[in-house]
């Protein structure tokens, strides 16, 4: 104001009109912080993390309240369309939306959505688990045949799971290659890959034994179950590319928790850790590509936790499905930085006394690593794939990066068996060329009896090798699978698949790497919390030079400052430390331990 | 936005009480443009200059430091020749040392300060930088013809009007700022003469 000084002639009008605007303005000021200090803890999360809450006198009351409503009111419609079926919401159909729907999901929490695509069919359901800041994705795929009728049913089936790659990867095997084959009838010589997708229970003996081995129950279930599925829309053909059916039966097998820990913002490379836990240490997940023993179609209406529910419908009569159950984790930071770093240490492979064996790889600027470490006969592995970010956002899906992205998405969804890490193969990112070199490396050591692999690996032309890591004994089986998965799989134009779009949604979703560490939202919510009261001593929130009015909602740091909390909130979503006295909000001790 | 609100009350605040030797106002009819004035301390080799500074508030201030430079050109190892400055407030975590809780007053308190306490070892401009440290004199000549010759023509046309005899009275000079925003118009043409 000072400054119309120098102009003063229109500054009058202005000055009028600005002067109104101000007021006007200070009147949603006040009811913002109304609005906020009558919001309940969990209404204020919810709007706090879907960023609804605007900024005070900016955005009116009602507006707040309506899209407080419009959040809660969310979840519950988005059910509705699940089950309603696809049609409704079936317009969507390219792999973009996917990454809007994605991101929309960001904003809003729960979502669901699904589209079309050919004649493939997804659907994709995730919920936001406001207190846990956990994410949480499921995305179902489903593949008609282009003979096949769509069957309404599977557009019906709400399945919820998120199953993204694979079902993207069998569907499009079985969409490229018209097969003919009826259901029943799979070619269980050359294409083992096939059959062992769809024959778990009449297996030939020696997927009989893979299974054996260490799988669960349930997973053969699951396998059964698929089986079913498809066969009667689908014969299962002998693919050609095994490596399709490879891919989508291990994915099926392991019922394994495989973990994918994505990287917290800060890092300097997004990581991408796959966790397949023989039995390890659920410790850690952020993000969690859990193929819940995936039953065909998890009918449950999103809810997260769909596998047991879902099993309804008849698998017969569907297509083939799957699905895919993911679980994002935001990585705090320096949560894995001792992993890492151990990994980065060991060049090849070393053994530490931990008997820890890492392997490590490096394609194309993709750094991956492998890692397994035995303790108390509980066989860890860990991989990771380190891609710097940088070089996604620049390039976009550029073939290399898509390649570098399939590639890593082959390993995630195709590790969630043990074994498959090992061969997770690079030959995969090149169909036709078996890159085996790396992947024997690794296998060697990790097999205890590696030995097995390379039969297998015959069959499948790319190199795959290693089968290796088998627990305790159940080698052979494991080899097998191992070369299944590892086929050449091709995938069909990066940029068309709604996995690829995933995986770059994760990575995009992962935070600059210079952007300052922020708290993690359940970092944030374990602060205190209080309400100002009258007999408090007037104080000032330091961000925005307000003086606390009664009522208004305020968070203690461990430092014991206050501050309004949708101030500080904002603050430490991106920084760690206090305003005031700068002080680590979180003690140094316990980023590692809070899990 | 916060920034409008918070803006507003410090704006008021600067304008209330002013720290000593410091002057801030609205540039015209911007919100997110600011413009200070500092008054080189006595003893240091800006005495009597008075200088100019730009100052561009960010959309999600106060989560992000304003941006500020110089308009007058200095001779000071932390500031180079664009009038950016080298100072860790301005930037944020973790390299800087930004809070929500700094505001203009204060950062241009701690640009005062740098003015005033040069910090040779994050140089922004390494000649300068190694005069200081090395050849002190040859640096302090430097800096006061640079001032004499950049900053204090404004202080002579305020100097017309308001005696400069006492530049140490910080609430005097900052009173001359505040006049010389007014007057900033004028000011300039005569700057740009020599």
Known sequence: ???????????????????????????????????????SEEDYRLMRDNNLLGTPGEITEEELLRRLHQVKEGPPQQNNDENRGAESTEDVSNGDSIIDWLNSVRQTGNTTRSGQRGNQ????????????????????INVNRNNGNTNPETENEPSVEPSSGEDLENSQSDSEIPRSESPSVRQPGSERSASEELTTEEASPPRGQRRARSRSPEQRRTRARTDRSRSPIHPVSETPRRSHHNTSSQTLDHSSVNEVEGSSRTRQHVTLRQHTVGTEMPSENAVLFSTPETR?????????ETNGTSESAAPGQRPPTIVLDLQVRRVRPGEYRQRDSIANRTRSRSQTPNNTVTYESERGGFRRTFSRSERAGVRTYVSTIR???????NTGLSETTSVAIQTMLRQIMTGFGELSYFMYSDSDADPSGPTPNQNVD????QNGGGGTSGNESADVSSGEVYEGGNEGGSTSGARREGRNTRGSVTFEESGSLPFLSLAQFFLLNEDDDDQPRGLTKEQIDNLAMRNFGESDALKTCSVCIT?????????KLPCSHEYHVHCIDRWLSENSTCPICRRAVLASGNRESVV | MQRASRLKRELSLLSAEPPPGISCWQAANRLDELRAQLVGAAGTPYEKGIFDLEILVPERYPFEPPKIRFLTPIYHPNIDSA?????????????????????????????QLLMAEPNPDDPLMASISSEYKYKKELFLLNAREWTAKYASQQKRALGEKLEPSDPSGPEGAAAQKRKGSALSPKEKSPRLEP
């Open chain 1, 387 to 393: 891609i710097p970010i940088r070089r996604i956002l």
């Open chain 1, 547 to 555: 003086e606390y009015t009664e009522g208004n909602k305020l968070r």
């Open chain 1, 296 to 304: 065909p179609v998890p009918q449950a209406a999103g809810s997260s």
């Open chain 1, 442 to 445: 690794v296998s060697e050591p």
């Open chain 2, 83 to 111: 009038g950016r400055i080298c100072l860790d407030v301005l930037k944020l975590p973790p390299k800087g040392a930004w809070t929500p809780s700094l505001n203009i007053s204060t950062l241009l308190t701690s640009i």
């Open chain 1, 121 to 140: 069919s997804w659907r994709a359901v995730s919920r936001t688990n406001p207190n846990s800041g956990d994410f949480r994705f499921s995305l179902e």
């Open chain 1, 1 to 39: 104001m000072e400054s119309s000084d120098s102009s003063d002639k229109g500054s009058i009008d202005q000055s009028e009109a600005q002067r109104q605007r101000q007021l006007d303005r200070l009147d949603r000021e006040e009811a913002f912080y109304q609005f906020v200090n009558n919001l």
